[in-house]
């Protein structure tokens, strides 16, 4: 018997484990991860699981879901939003998730330019002239590189404890892998794509003729990719209505860069300031001098950065210093800190984006901070 199947006759049940809708969702992750999609729409995208699955896919850039039910995306659609820790620490990668309602035997312009178009249980739910039109609009107008389609194969329905006609009553049809396969086929031939089938869910040991219980088609688009403008006779008119729109925090995004170059210059900052005040007090401590004596009185010099620090700094003229409770950073010392210098690429890109945002000194190639609060304290 397969490993993901048990049959527990005792309770009536047939299981897999995982669970079949599961392994739907981790196969298209696994084809996400082969493949590299940056934009993915889900057809029939019902309570958003899969599309939530796979915001946490870092080659993905757009995400959209498409469902005829508006009441299932809006009940669950919040957990597509940021979180906290996406303002925290935004990344490199923008992303933006879409909600549309609207039925896929519907063309709307919201939905060209993807990669991969997922289908996942959703054609056996189409009525007979929606079914008619879904390989027009999803192979004819959509187009992606990559369509996955599941549907459930009749075939291994009798395997199943309780099923009489369909296994869901809003099923329209079920196909057995003969149908699905031939009409997979011709729409694949149809529209120029190549189609590789496989499925999930094994049927026990000396059933495998019935094959799996959900049948799987890959279908891979055989002619390069068109720009949009190849396509003149694609309609523009939106019939989709969007319900949901999240833009994820980006550091693609000006805005949320200059946050998180500012944040790293006072943290920058912040290192250096206690590497010099750390070593001033074991000097003190050493000569058992009065720390805040020295600390007014020294100029402190990259002599007293730790190692690592020191070796970061690689000019003579980029040395913090102390004068009159002003701690004096030149701006190319904290530029040569790795994270900013990855952040901002070029020392004019981050003088632009640190400007107005910290106090520089009047010739403007250092960050100043007062430490009259912390003597202070001292
Ligand atoms: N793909 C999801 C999954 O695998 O968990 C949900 C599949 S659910 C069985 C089928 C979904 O297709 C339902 O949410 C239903 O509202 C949606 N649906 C049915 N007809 C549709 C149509 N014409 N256009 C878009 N979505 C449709």
Redesign the pocket.
Known sequence: MDKNFHDEQCRGTVTFTPPL?KQ?YQFIKDLVGKYKPKKVA?????DC??LWMLKFCHCIEVLAG????ER?MRENMYRLSPLPGDYLQPTERSLTITLHHG???HKDPCMLGFDLVTC???IE??EES?LKKFPEVVFGFMAPSIVVISTPNSGFNPLLPGVTLFRDPDHKFEWNRVQFQSWALETASRYDYSVEFTGLGHPPTGMENVGFCTQIGVFVRKYPQTSGSAHPEKPTEAVYKTVFKAVYPSLKDEKYLQNAVVSEVFFTAQIIKQSLLDHLISECEEYNDDPTERKSKFQLSMKFLSEDLRKLVVEKNMEPFVNKNVLYIPLKTIFSFPKVNKLCGTFDRFCKLIAGKVTLSSDGSAVIFNNENENEDN
């Open positions: 809708y739907r889900d057809l029939g995208c019902a699981t899969l498409l469902d005829i039910c299932v039925s896929v035997a996942i249980e959703l739910h189409l929606e």
